[in-house]
């Protein structure tokens, strides 16, 4: 019997000039946090996203939390974050002393729904996070409509979101302050790694100093506040860059990949994709499923028996207000994060699967949803 490959639920590829960009850094042994890479791959991503200044960092929660410092977010403040993100999303909040104060989704694109966002305000309220979930652009303009109605800082996950589009502008640059993971199982990777976004000045003053231990920009060993050691790595950076030469291949086999999926499980009874609005690029950093009534199978049995199948899935988030840290009994259900974390599964997802591994795996998901191949 053939052996059957094993399908991971994302990998990395490394088929440009990673490897010898790594090795640059070392013959030359500029393997630090200084070296031409990391302002080549700062200069190149800011670019690409249409954002003045990147800064990077040591990996994307490390971002989050230079954002929302940058944003001067501190003790006592809120923070609004969606129920269904990451949760690093609400940990970097808890960083700055704030709070963070949990939305409930929109039901068909499982983002920050804007209406629980406005009446989530109050008058502690200093920032809002918009996540774009699993590479789906959150819906901005009404989110900054809000940030600007009440003064609020609008900042941007884009952990998962490389490249996406919002009316035609690229996510990074939607919003003031903007963070991104180069994480190895994100749409681009450094290995671990982050950047922060920003085309204002000021911020990305702020950033720099902080990410730095604090040190004063004009006057070397001085360190006027207290910072982090949160730099990126020349080695990192050099990955990155050659990562980003291809991030059109990545984003292209990407939307392949999810095209087959959809063709296979569109019209499927109890098979629920995430919405696409017309107006947004939605980039699938992760293809997820929300399984309906119709299928009578537990999720976490479903991901079971396609593991012994040889194919690795991942639930969807918890909903972060049901972690031990941020659980409140007083807190009110939010209903869709909640569905999504209990009935959404990702689907292997990544720039080198073929055809057969998409068809391998829906083949197994109808086999046991316990619906008719069609
Ligand atoms: C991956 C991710 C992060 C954190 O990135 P790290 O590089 O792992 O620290 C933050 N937010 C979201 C939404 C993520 O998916």
Not at 237 to 252: F, K, V
């Amino acid at each position: 019997m053939a052996t059957r490959r094993f399908i991971p639920v994302a990998a990395p590829t490394m088929v440009g000039r990673e490897r010898e960009y790594v090795l640059d850094c070392v013959d030359a042994t500029w393997v630090s946090s200084i070296g031409s890479y990391i302002e080549a791959f700062e200069r190149g991503f800011a670019g690409y996203c249409g954002a003045t200044h990147g800064l990077a960092c040591c990996n994307g929660t490390a971002a989050l939390h230079l954002a929302l410092l940058a944003a001067g977010i501190s003790a006592g403040d809120e923070v609004i974050v969606p129920a269904m993100t990451f949760v690093a999303t609400a940990n970097a909040v808890r960083y700055c002393g704030a709070e963070p104060v949990f939305v409930d989704s929109e039901s068909d694109t499982w983002n920050l729904d804007p209406e629980a966002v406005e009446r989530a305000v109050t008058p502690r309220t200093r920032a809002i996070v918009a996540v774009h979930l699993f590479g789906n652009p959150a819906e901005m303009d009404a989110l900054d409509a809000i940030a600007r109605r009440h003064r609020l800082t609008l900042i941007e996950d884009a952990a998962e979101a490389h490249g996406a589009e919002y009316r035609g502008r690229r996510a990074g640059a939607l919003a003031i302050l903007a963070t991104f993971s180069f994480y190895g199982n994100k749409i681009i990777t450094t290995g671990e790694g982050g950047m922060v976004l920003t085309s204002d000045d000021d911020l990305a003053r702020r950033v720099f100093q902080l990410k730095g231990q604090g040190v004063d920009p004009t006057r070397r060993y001085w360190f006027p506040v207290v910072g982090y050691n949160y730099r990126m790595t020349n080695i990192a950076a050099a990955i990155g860059l050659a990562q980003l030469e291809r991030i059109d291949w990545q984003l292209e086999r990407r939307a392949e990949v999810a095209s087959w999926y959809r063709e296979r499980l569109g019209g499927v009874p109890g098979i629920t994709f995430q919405a696409v609005r017309p107006w947004v690029r939605h980039v699938h950093w992760m293809v997820t499923i929300l399984l309906g009534d119709e299928i009578a199978v537990e999720r976490d049995a479903v991901m079971e028996q396609l593991h012994e199948a040889g194919i690795e899935t991942r639930p969807a988030f918890h909903p972060l207000h049901s972690l031990p840290p941020y659980a409140d009994p007083a807190r009110p259900s939010l209903p869709v994060a909640e569905r999504v974390g209990r009935r959404a599964l990702s689907l292997p997802t990544w720039a080198g699967l073929t055809r057969d591994d998409v068809d391998r795996v829906c083949g197994e998901l109808e086999k046991l949803t316990g619906i008719p191949r069609r």
